[in-house]
């Protein structure tokens, strides 16, 4: 931690003030807000002044950053778990190991857990299903969940507590896998989360409590203050968990709450609308999740035109989950008829001109994921053709569109890492190096304001219950990178430091 000082002085830093990038001689931070001279002015003297003076080059001062898009409970879940994505390579022999090491480590849990298997799992180690789990650990409930969150894969014991039998029917949304030789479940679910949800033995509450807590934590020490649950089976239950936690922990974060769809009544009747603030939580928007599990939309036309003029009726604007461009489509020939403002897409990952198009006509925003650039590119340069890879993440495009667009990380799916985002929003490359259609890169103040004003703006509807920081203070961030040189070989790495505690 930091001196206990009045403030700091910055001696020649670069400033990023939520809306463009300035250099200065001189630069006092400190708890009522700033001083700032320009560079013809004698630098701050610290004189009479309970501060340090510190050099500044090679620095930038930024606001604290907004991830829109985060799963908190799964985050904390996924801290409780057992981790495997860092297992680079998977055989039969190296997941069975994991497994056991997991069932150890979790022997006093409800249930073995592990998380982050690769997400395009079925084509990289397709041996891993229930045949296998029943092998390594037949007698405890076991479930592994993939990094992108839409798939789990469950043994015997777990599928008989869900009670998932042979000819369980697969509820809408819902696909099971089964096996080609004879068509029995194989143990792999997509689009299985709210179905699993309550049929499975949950986390104890204490646990679940600690591994909030720690997500909080983590997150807050990567520069983020405002965050966004948008998890498709947000309720009250939910709402009062989270407001448990984050209201009695000391740190300075705001976390904007998205009701479900189907449970937005029961917000309305809580006396809890659209916007209002309880503590350190916000009600945001509606949350609707739009899916295409085995080759067909979920929810249909129908259902899914309902849900967007329930939320509207209810004075909540809608917040959608799309990932391909059928689902885009359907999302725009609705909204055109029946639109709020605040509406948005979260993810929006493939889209065609004349979507963008017909997005900026409404004033549709978008919350997106640069991130994914970085860690899924190779995969997609791999496995998509040169005509789909034009068609991931257009940022730039978006941008030039008008639409508002902001960065978030859809935690766990990848973990909250705002450098790693502006530096993948800037450069386009991937984990090994290769870039992902470079056209779509944009400049580092634009990667800046996507985590900042414009992560404000998609939030709040421009409501004006969070405000864009108009002066940095001393929760402010110090980047040990400068940010406006446009070089982007030191952003992976740079240290993010509060203000207050830089030393």
């Given at each position: 931690?930091?001196?206990?000082?009045?403030?700091?002085?910055?001696?020649?830093?670069?400033?990023?003030?939520?809306?463009?990038?300035?250099?200065?001689?001189?630069?006092?931070?400190?708890?009522?807000?700033?001083?700032?001279?320009?560079?013809?002015?004698?630098?701050?003297?610290?004189?009479?002044?309970?501060?340090?003076?510190?050099?500044?080059?090679?620095?930038?001062?930024?606001?604290?950053?907004?991830?829109?898009?985060?799963?908190?409970?799964?985050?904390?879940?996924?801290?409780?778990?057992?981790?495997?994505?860092?297992?680079?390579?998977?055989?039969?022999?190296?997941?069975?190991?994991?497994?056991?090491?997991?069932?150890?480590?979790?022997?006093?849990?409800?249930?073995?857990?592990?998380?982050?298997?690769?997400?395009?799992?079925?084509?990289?180690?397709?041996?891993?299903?229930?045949?296998?789990?029943?092998?390594?650990?037949?007698?405890?409930?076991?479930?592994?969940?993939?990094?992108?969150?839409?798939?789990?894969?469950?043994?015997?014991?777990?599928?008989?507590?869900?009670?998932?039998?042979?000819?369980?029917?697969?509820?809408?949304?819902?696909?099971?896998?089964?096996?080609?030789?004879?068509?029995?479940?194989?143990?792999?679910?997509?689009?299985?989360?709210?179905?699993?949800?309550?049929?499975?033995?949950?986390?104890?509450?204490?646990?679940?409590?600690?591994?909030?807590?720690?997500?909080?934590?983590?997150?807050?020490?990567?520069?983020?203050?405002?965050?966004?649950?948008?998890?498709?089976?947000?309720?009250?239950?939910?709402?009062?968990?989270?407001?448990?936690?984050?209201?009695?922990?000391?740190?300075?974060?705001?976390?904007?709450?998205?009701?479900?769809?189907?449970?937005?009544?029961?917000?309305?009747?809580?006396?809890?609308?659209?916007?209002?603030?309880?503590?350190?939580?916000?009600?945001?928007?509606?949350?609707?999740?739009?899916?295409?599990?085995?080759?067909?939309?979920?929810?249909?036309?129908?259902?899914?035109?309902?849900?967007?003029?329930?939320?509207?009726?209810?004075?909540?604007?809608?917040?959608?989950?799309?990932?391909?461009?059928?689902?885009?489509?359907?999302?725009?020939?609705?909204?055109?008829?029946?639109?709020?403002?605040?509406?948005?897409?979260?993810?929006?990952?493939?889209?065609?001109?004349?979507?963008?198009?017909?997005?900026?006509?409404?004033?549709?925003?978008?919350?997106?994921?640069?991130?994914?650039?970085?860690?899924?590119?190779?995969?997609?340069?791999?496995?998509?053709?040169?005509?789909?890879?034009?068609?991931?993440?257009?940022?730039?495009?978006?941008?030039?569109?008008?639409?508002?667009?902001?960065?978030?990380?859809?935690?766990?799916?990848?973990?909250?890492?705002?450098?790693?985002?502006?530096?993948?929003?800037?450069?386009?490359?991937?984990?090994?190096?290769?870039?992902?259609?470079?056209?779509?890169?944009?400049?580092?103040?634009?990667?800046?304001?996507?985590?900042?004003?414009?992560?404000?703006?998609?939030?709040?509807?421009?409501?004006?219950?969070?405000?864009?920081?108009?002066?940095?203070?001393?929760?402010?961030?110090?980047?040990?990178?400068?940010?406006?040189?446009?070089?982007?070989d030191n952003i992976l790495g740079a240290k993010i430091v509060r203000v207050k505690d830089f030393n």
């Open positions: 931690m930091g001196e206990d000082l009045d403030g700091r002085i910055f001696l020649n830093p670069t400033v990023f003030d939520g809306v463009e990038f300035s250099s200065v001689s001189s630069i006092l931070v400190n708890r009522d807000g700033s001083i700032k001279l320009d560079s013809r002015a004698a630098p701050i003297s610290n004189t009479g002044l309970k501060a340090k003076t510190f050099d500044g080059r090679g620095l930038t001062l930024v606001p604290p950053f907004h991830d829109t898009h985060i799963h908190l409970l799964s985050y904390a879940a996924n801290i409780l778990s057992y981790d495997i994505r860092s297992e680079a390579v998977l055989s039969k022999e190296h997941i069975a190991d994991l497994i056991k090491k997991a069932a150890t480590i979790q022997r006093n849990s409800n249930m073995v857990r592990l998380q982050g298997l690769e997400h395009n799992f079925q084509e990289g180690v397709s041996f891993v299903d229930r045949t296998l789990l029943d092998e390594v650990l037949p007698d405890r409930p076991l479930i592994i969940q993939t990094t992108s969150g839409h798939a789990h894969i469950l043994n015997s014991v777990a599928l008989s507590l869900a009670g998932i039998k042979e000819w369980t029917e697969e509820p809408p949304g819902v696909t099971f896998e089964r096996t080609l030789s004879d068509g029995k479940l194989n143990g792999v679910i997509y689009e299985s989360g709210g179905y699993l949800d309550g049929k499975l033995p949950s986390l104890e509450a204490s646990s679940m409590k600690n591994g909030i807590i720690s997500a909080l934590t983590l997150i807050h020490s990567r520069g983020i203050n405002y965050l966004t649950d948008a998890t498709h089976l947000n309720d009250i239950s939910r709402y009062e968990l989270i407001s448990k936690v984050i209201n009695g922990i000391s740190l300075n974060m705001h976390l904007i709450f998205m009701p479900a769809v189907t449970s937005l009544r029961d917000f309305v009747n809580a006396e809890l609308p659209y916007r209002s603030t309880e503590g350190k939580m916000i009600v945001g928007h509606s949350k609707i999740m739009v899916t295409n599990s085995g080759g067909e939309l979920h929810p249909g036309r129908k259902e899914f035109q309902e849900m967007v003029r329930e939320s509207h009726c209810q004075g909540f604007p809608v917040a959608i989950h799309s990932v391909d461009m059928g689902s885009i489509d359907m999302i725009l020939e609705v909204l055109k008829n029946d639109y709020l403002p605040g509406d948005r897409i979260e993810h929006a990952s493939e889209l065609r001109d004349d979507q963008i198009v017909k997005m900026a006509s409404l004033g549709i925003s978008v919350s997106t994921q640069p991130s994914f650039i970085y860690e899924r590119g190779d995969t997609y340069l791999s496995s998509q053709p040169a005509s789909e890879i034009d068609s991931l993440y257009r940022i730039n495009s978006l941008r030039k569109a008008g639409i508002t667009v902001s960065a978030s990380s859809d935690s766990p799916v990848t973990y909250p890492d705002p450098m790693k985002a502006i530096y993948s929003a800037m450069t386009r490359k991937t984990k090994s190096g290769n870039v992902l259609n470079s056209k779509e890169a944009i400049s580092a103040l634009d990667s800046l304001k996507m985590l900042t004003t414009d992560s404000i703006t998609i939030s709040t509807s421009g409501d004006g219950l969070l405000q864009a920081p108009k002066t940095l203070d001393e929760d402010s961030l110090v980047l040990d990178t400068d940010l406006a040189s446009g070089e982007a």
